[in-house]
């Protein structure tokens, strides 16, 4: 088992990210290629599950895009991974929020976190 971590370890990418849980509210760059080229595109929603553990960690971020919800799971020592920004801290009482897939409108807010900076 030790040898397993010395190889993960190995491997790992080395990115910090912030800490973030389900409820909160993400935004992802991730790096597209097109072609020969290469952009990086925003993705921007709500973390409803973390899954995994070390470097085979993946998040799963859900956002709604014309009345249609849309989901993309991204593994966190991904190197398309650009950065992560959090722009909500969500207060759920739940490891995954699946249902939020049910709700609409209204009633598929998420109350707000406070968090003191130091």
């Known amino acids: ?27 992802v760059a991730y790096r597209i290629k097109e072609g020969n080229k290469e952009r990086i595109q925003q993705y921007r929603g709500v973390v409803i599950r973390i899954s995994g553990e070390g470097c085979k960690k993946r998040f799963t971020v859900r956002k709604m895009s014309d009345n249609i919800g849309v989901e993309r799971i991204f593994p966190i020592e991904s190197p398309f991974i650009d950065s992560i920004t959090i722009n909500k801290y969500g207060k759920v009482r739940r490891a995954k929020i699946y249902y939020l897939r049910a709700l609409t409108g209204k009633k598929a807010r998420i109350k707000e976190r406070r968090v003191i900076n130091k």
């Open 1 to 27: 088992m030790d040898l397993i971590k010395v190889a993960e370890e190995a491997f790992k990418c080395g990115k910090q990210h912030p800490d973030f849980g389900p409820g909160d509210t993400i935004t």
